[in-house]
T-cell receptor, first 115, second 112 residues
Framework: DAGITQSPRHKVTETGTPVTLRCHQTENHRYMYWYRQDPGHGLRLIHYSYGVKDTDKGEVSDGYSVSRSKTEDFLLTLESATSSQTSVYFC??????????????FGPGTRLLVL | GDSVTQMEGPVTLSEEAFLTINCTYTATGYPSLFWYVQYPGEGLQLLLKATKADDKGSNKGFEATYRKETTSFHLEKGSVQVSDSAVYFCALSNQGGNQFYFGTGTSLTVIP
């Protein structure tokens, strides 16, 4: 299994507070992604990164920002959490060895509840 | 743009029944196709993949064939087990692998 960890695994926060989720990989993969998973919507891409300090928006980026200062870490920040951001957040990586370059590998997820 | 459409669930089958989960795609160029599985409380795991037309991906008794003429990648298993109960996602990768598109997922429950 790809070495991907997410922290925290569970978080409860209040509306209006900032929240930062961390994704850490030990695989030296170039690409990193943040998705949210909600019933009836499947997985929706929030932001992705194609290298250190190189990021781009996904389908549902409003209210979220990201940073990647090192290859191994990709941070997702909810600038001012809202109840609509209650979700399960998954990090994914891709771009490793040539044979598996286009395969995405997922972390275990972070369950976020915004009250 | 590129997209993936998979059959709506939930699907409930008896143990040892035959499984088909339909998946069709829209894409430019030559995408790679994937099936992922998500067990309760876990992240997505790669189940199988195919990178070119007529390729068959297989793993754990599951199979899917990349059909370019019908733009499909249907997932099949001849005899399901209770342990196969999970949510299955069809996905495609394009543009060298940095653009990924997922279906909405199909929930499968297998009853003894």
């Amino acid at each position: 299994d790809a070495g991907i960890t997410q922290s925290p695994r569970h978080k409860v926060t209040e509306t209006g507070t900032p929240v930062t989720l961390r994704c850490h990989q030990t695989e030296n993969h170039r690409y990193m992604y943040w998705y949210r998973q909600d019933p009836g919507h499947g997985l929706r891409l929030i932001h992705y990164s194609y290298g250190v300090k190189d990021t781009d928006k996904g389908e549902v980026s409003d209210g979220y920002s990201v940073s990647r200062s090192k290859t191994e870490d990709f941070l997702l920040t909810l600038e001012s959490a809202t109840s609509s951001q209650t979700s399960v957040y998954f990090c994914a990586i891709s771009g490793g060895e040539a044979s598996t370059q286009e395969t995405q590998y997922f972390g275990p997820g972070t369950r976020l509840l915004v009250l | 743009g590129d997209s993936v459409t998979q059959m709506e669930g939930p699907v409930t089958l008896s143990e040892e029944a035959f499984l088909t989960i339909n998946c069709t795609y829209t894409a430019t160029g030559y995408p790679s196709l994937f099936w992922y599985v998500q067990y309760p409380g876990e992240g997505l795991q790669l189940l199988l993949k195919a990178t070119k037309a007529d390729d068959k991906g297989s793993n754990k008794g599951f199979e899917a064939t990349y059909r370019k003429e019908t733009t499909s990648f249907h997932l099949e298993k001849g005899s399901v087990q209770v342990s196969d109960s999970a949510v299955y996602f069809c996905a495609l990768s394009n543009q060298g692998g940095n653009q990924f598109y997922f279906g909405t997922g199909t929930s499968l429950t297998v009853i003894p």
